[in-house]
């Protein structure tokens, strides 16, 4: 009976052995940085914040229109009519205001949206070259790891099977 539990041990020892996870890394801000198509993700998102620049300042040219006006004509307009011109005015400063404030937002979903066709060729070439090699698990490299073997770095494979330089 002592023979059969030693045995069953081992067995179950030397299986744990050989199912352990075969674990890489990937710097992919590095990759990214590689890749060609970059450089057209941030001429579009600059010129994207340049027309948000430009409708921000269109929007203010056209307030400031509204008040210049409105006090040109204040003296003129009949009390009614100056309430409604300056519910006008006052509404017009807040969607400036708005406006102001969803660019920033604005540009990180537009920021995003173009950097994800990027992300999806690194993750479909990621996965492949771990398939390839066995890895049962990718860390990105801004993980906080205190020992790591650089066989395991997957970033300048990546970059070869993504037809990138490897300097």
Do not use: C, H, W
Not at 32 to 44: A, G, I, Q, R
Not at 70 to 98: A, H, R
């Amino acid at each position: 009976m002592k023979k059969i539990t030693l045995l069953l041990i081992i067995a179950l020892f030397s299986f744990q052995m050989n199912a352990q996870s075969k674990v890489g890394t990937i710097d992919v801000e590095f990759i990214l940085s590689k890749m060609p198509d970059l450089e057209k993700v941030n001429t579009d998102i600059q010129a994207y914040g340049t027309e948000l620049e430009t409708e921000i300042q269109a929007q203010l040219t056209g307030y400031q229109d509204m008040v210049k006006t409105y006090q040109e004509k204040e003296k003129s307009y009949t009390d009614p009519m100056k309430k409604i011109k300056q519910d006008e005015i006052i509404k017009k400063e807040g969607e400036i205001k708005t406006l102001q404030q969803n660019s920033s937002k604005l540009l990180q979903i537009k920021q995003s949206e173009l950097m994800r066709p990027l992300y999806k060729k690194i993750g479909e070439n990621l996965e492949a070259v771990a398939k390839e090699q066995g890895f049962s698990q990718v860390l990105t490299i801004n993980n906080t790891i205190a020992y790591l073997d650089q066989q395991y770095d997957l970033t300048l494979t990546v970059m070869k099977n993504l037809g990138l330089p490897t300097e």
